[in-house]
């Protein structure tokens, strides 16, 4: 009878346990499902490294390039005994992803002693004479979905360049951290591709670097010998926070999956003369000028109704990077509820009311160097409601929607 009553009592505390941590989290907060993912270098381990047996390998990685089992992908590869890693290449940030300067020299692994040559200074497409002997590049990078992250133009010159050389390409792949459904912003302008916008890709793609290589593959007509070594275990639906993996900062202010939710809306705004928070704990949770008065932007931010977002002043001092050492009036992001958070259109929401606020102060024609689509551009200049923008670039989103579908890797 005892047992019995225990038992009850048991089931009873968790059931208010749970529900209290339902009310604490609040409905920004989903209970997630959580999952073993294996990523590509995972498989590769688990296989015996057959798909890469007998080759003369290099390796395009970084820090985020690493087991479930805590190695690197350096090492795994390094002591696979059918494998014989010849070179390393590095993107932006470094190989440790530590640095955020403009070039970054070659150096040389510590632990195995092979030259790690940088794609991030002098060069950002290997040339042939950085390839010689090797017949595979391998690429093991963490991505974060958003179009201008640098990682996947570093993933689409090096393929160029394994096509030009008749080299094999294979790709680790990794989740997309910011889920595999939701694509939105405006598609790049044709003719305006560069390091910083590689291909014709919405703002926010949806894809994993797997996926992305297939379809640079076939829409630049590489016909590159491709071969990707898909995730296990991830589903389109699922945020970082449901593999069961440790998050690594993917560059230095990338630092939490909330960050690189708020990216591809906040992240688009940091070519102005505004500081999107970087030299703070919190890069691209907030943002802000000398220039700009928090308490009263907030007001009319909040007054847009934004779904999943809300909005509060806040002062901050960036110790790095622009405004270093100077005040600044701004604006800390709150997501409230991740399901309904649409990154890209708050950050349209919020450079149409620098417009209409700052039309004097706020550098406005620098906001197109990442959003790169003039008709866009215009709309916001000319101070659109958000709908007639939505609806002027809605048709080349539906076109990628549809042009990525073939690639597309994962349900």
Not at 176 to 192: A, F, K, Q, W
Not at 399 to 409: A, G, V
């Given at each position: 009878?005892?047992?019995?009553?225990?038992?009850?009592?048991?089931?009873?505390?968790?059931?208010?346990?749970?529900?209290?941590?339902?009310?604490?989290?609040?409905?920004?907060?989903?209970?997630?499902?959580?999952?073993?993912?294996?990523?590509?270098?995972?498989?590769?381990?688990?296989?015996?490294?057959?798909?890469?047996?007998?080759?003369?390998v290099g390796l395009i990685t970084n820090h985020t390039g690493i087991g479930r089992?805590?190695?690197?992908?350096?090492?795994?590869?390094?002591?696979?005994?059918?494998?014989?890693?010849?070179?390393?290449?590095?993107?932006?940030?470094?190989?440790?992803?530590?640095?955020?300067?403009?070039?970054?020299?070659?150096?040389?692994?510590?632990?195995?002693?092979?030259?790690?040559?940088?794609?991030?200074?002098?060069?950002?497409?290997?040339?042939?004479?950085?390839?010689?002997?090797?017949?595979?590049?391998?690429?093991d990078i963490q991505d974060i979905g958003t179009r201008f992250y640098t990682y996947?133009?570093?993933?689409?010159?090096?393929?160029?360049?394994?096509?030009?050389?008749?080299?094999?390409?294979?790709?680790?792949?990794?989740?997309?951290?910011?889920?595999?459904?939701?694509?939105?912003?405006?598609?790049?302008?044709?003719?305006?591709?560069?390091?910083?916008?590689?291909?014709?890709?919405?703002?926010?793609?949806?894809?994993?670097?797997?996926?992305?290589?297939?379809?640079?593959?076939?829409?630049?007509?590489?016909?590159?010998?491709?071969?990707?070594?898909?995730?296990?275990?991830?589903?389109?639906?699922?945020?970082?926070?449901?593999?069961?993996?440790?998050?690594?900062?993917?560059?230095?202010?990338?630092?939490?999956?909330?960050?690189?939710?708020?990216?591809?809306?906040?992240?688009?705004?940091?070519?102005?003369?505004?500081?999107?928070?970087?030299?703070?704990?919190?890069?691209?949770?907030?943002?802000?000028?000398?220039?700009?008065?928090?308490?009263?932007?907030?007001?009319?931010?909040?007054?847009?109704?934004?779904?999943?977002?809300?909005?509060?002043?806040?002062?901050?001092?960036?110790?790095?990077?622009?405004?270093?050492?100077?005040?600044?009036?701004?604006?800390?992001?709150?997501?409230?509820?991740?399901?309904?958070?649409?990154?890209?259109?708050?950050?349209?929401?919020?450079?149409?009311?620098?417009?209409?606020?700052?039309?004097?102060?706020?550098?406005?024609?620098?906001?197109?160097?990442?959003?790169?689509?003039?008709?866009?551009?215009?709309?916001?200049?000319?101070?659109?409601?958000?709908?007639?923008?939505?609806?002027?670039?809605?048709?080349?989103?539906?076109?990628?929607?549809?042009?990525?579908?073939?690639?597309?890797?994962?349900?």
């Amino acid at each position: 009878m005892t047992q019995k009553y225990s038992r009850s009592v048991y089931k009873l505390f968790l059931f208010f346990a749970l529900l209290a941590t339902i009310i604490i989290a609040g409905p920004g907060i989903s209970l997630a499902r959580q999952a073993a993912v294996l990523n590509g270098i995972d498989v590769l381990q688990r296989d015996g490294f057959a798909q890469l047996n007998g080759r003369d390998v290099g390796l395009i990685t970084n820090h985020t390039g690493i087991g479930r089992s805590g190695n690197s992908t350096i090492q795994l590869l390094h002591t696979a005994p059918e494998v014989n890693l010849v070179a390393l290449f590095s993107p932006e940030h470094g190989p440790v992803g530590k640095l955020d300067v403009s070039i970054i020299d070659n150096t040389i692994d510590p632990a195995t002693g092979i030259n790690i040559i940088s794609l991030y200074g002098k060069y950002r497409r290997p040339t042939s004479d950085m390839l010689k002997g090797i017949d595979t590049l391998v690429f093991d990078i963490q991505d974060i979905g958003t179009r201008f992250y640098t990682y996947i133009s570093t993933m689409g010159e090096a393929m160029h360049a394994a096509a030009e050389n008749d080299i094999r390409f294979v790709v680790l792949d990794r989740p997309n951290p910011i889920n595999g459904v939701t694509v939105s912003g405006p598609v790049l302008d044709e003719g305006r591709e560069s390091f910083v916008g590689y291909h014709r890709l919405p703002v926010r793609h949806g894809m994993t670097t797997g996926e992305l290589a297939q379809m640079f593959n076939a829409e630049l007509q590489l016909g590159l010998e491709l071969e990707i070594i898909p995730v296990e275990g991830w589903q389109r639906a699922d945020y970082f926070d449901a593999t069961g993996l440790e998050w690594i900062n993917p560059s230095p202010n990338m630092r939490s999956l909330t960050e690189a939710i708020l990216y591809p809306g906040i992240g688009l705004l940091e070519t102005t003369n505004l500081s999107v928070g970087r030299g703070t704990a919190t890069p691209f949770e907030l943002f802000g000028a000398p220039w700009l008065d928090g308490e009263s932007f907030v007001l009319e931010l909040n007054k847009l109704n934004l779904p999943g977002v809300q909005f509060r002043p806040v002062m901050f001092k960036p110790d790095a990077s622009k405004f270093e050492g100077e005040l600044c009036g701004g604006v800390r992001v709150l997501i409230t509820r991740r399901d309904q958070f649409e990154s890209v259109r708050t950050g349209i929401g919020i450079a149409l009311q620098l417009r209409r606020l700052y039309v004097d102060k706020w550098e406005f024609g620098a906001y197109d160097r990442l959003l790169v689509n003039q008709d866009v551009l215009e709309a916001i200049r000319s101070g659109w409601p958000y709908p007639e923008i939505e609806a002027i670039f809605h048709d080349g989103l539906m076109e990628f929607i549809q042009r990525r579908s073939p690639f597309l890797i994962y349900d």
